[in-house]
């Protein structure tokens, strides 16, 4: 049976009616698609799933700062309270969020990540495999097989709407990568197809409508921070569904009021730096700090309160 990435009740109603997980009817599909043997797209998958356990551990380097100068050294601090046992939630979810960190931060600095489903998100993913690998010792193919559900919940999203900020804003990315983070952790953590999909729906309503404004135009503020709470918004969704907490909007919904959100944000809003937090006088500061120029604030209101006019 030839899957359709066209709605997320029907990949759950495949995976229900055929007893077996998403992932492993994704992986089936692909390869006959492709016309490849699975043990060769399992083979790929895994070394996507090494360039993340590899970003992490780049990250968290003390010395790390980013191009442009603006951020670098967080996922460090993070780490070292996760590891010194006086975090606040734990080695899990500060295990998490220093994760995420370092893989966003590492992008910023130029270096090699894999896109989750972008590099302005690219640290939400790999933190919740990462973590759920540490702390609840999962075997690394099922992290790797986890990858081909949240990959497939990362196609429904891109053909209902979008997962680039430029379209949909910073929920587009952010609330994407959730999404298919909170698919892969319910799917490692025994839950059914049917949690799985309620795990994206809640993950993507906690997060819309976010706005995308990167300070002066570059993916680092307030981007990286919002890796973090992007994996923590993932084991929440996660949580709550694996308890049996259901939506109750249905996910392919909330993916088409995602959509909808997008379409009527200002353009302002959407990665273009124009508005937001890039639009504060402070996100007006660092633009000239890194480009030598005053980034002046468009005419009409950016829905900032930033602007002096």
């Known amino acids: 049976m030839e899957l359709r990435y066209n709605s997320l009740a029907g990949l759950v109603r495949a995976a229900t009616e055929s007893g077996r997980q998403i992932s492993e009817l994704v992986l089936a599909d692909q390869a006959k698609q492709m016309e490849r043997d699975p043990k060769l797209l399992f083979q790929d998958m895994d070394r996507r799933l090494t360039v993340m356990d590899e970003a992490a551990d780049e990250g968290v380097q003390p010395d790390l700062r980013s191009t442009s100068g603006l951020t670098g050294g967080s996922a460090y601090k993070m780490r070292r309270i996760s590891e010194n046992g006086k975090s606040l939630t734990g080695s899990f979810l500060s295990g998490a969020l220093y994760r995420a960190l370092a893989v966003s931060e590492l992008n910023a600095a130029m270096g090699r990540i894999v896109a989750a489903p972008t590099a302005g998100s690219c640290g939400i993913l790999p933190a919740a495999l990462l973590t759920m690998q540490a702390e609840k010792q999962i075997p690394e193919r099922d992290c790797v097989m986890s990858l081909f559900t949240a990959s497939a919940v990362g196609m429904v999203i891109a053909n209902n709407a979008s997962l680039a900020g430029a379209q949909g804003g910073c929920q587009a990315e952010c609330g994407s990568a959730a999404a298919m983070a909170a698919a892969a952790i319910v799917e490692l953590a025994g839950g059914t197809p049917e949690m799985v999909e309620h795990a994206i729906a809640i993950a993507i309503k906690n997060i819309l409508g976010l706005v995308c404004d990167p300070v002066a135009g570059l993916v680092e503020i307030p981007c990286i921070k919002r890796n973090a709470s992007g994996v923590a918004g993932a084991f929440v969704a996660a949580e709550l569904a694996l308890a049996g907490i259901e939506s109750a909007i249905p996910a392919d919904?909330?993916?088409?009021?995602?959509?909808?959100?997008?379409?009527?944000?200002?353009?302002?809003?959407?990665?273009?730096?124009e508005g937001g937090l890039a639009a504060t006088p402070t996100g007006r500061r660092l633009h000239e700090q890194v480009f030598g120029t005053v980034r002046e604030p468009k005419s009409g209101c950016s829905g900032c309160g930033g602007c002096s006019s």
């Open 253 to 273: 919904e909330v993916i088409w009021t995602m959509k909808k959100v997008g379409d009527a944000m200002s353009s302002t809003l959407k990665e273009t730096a």
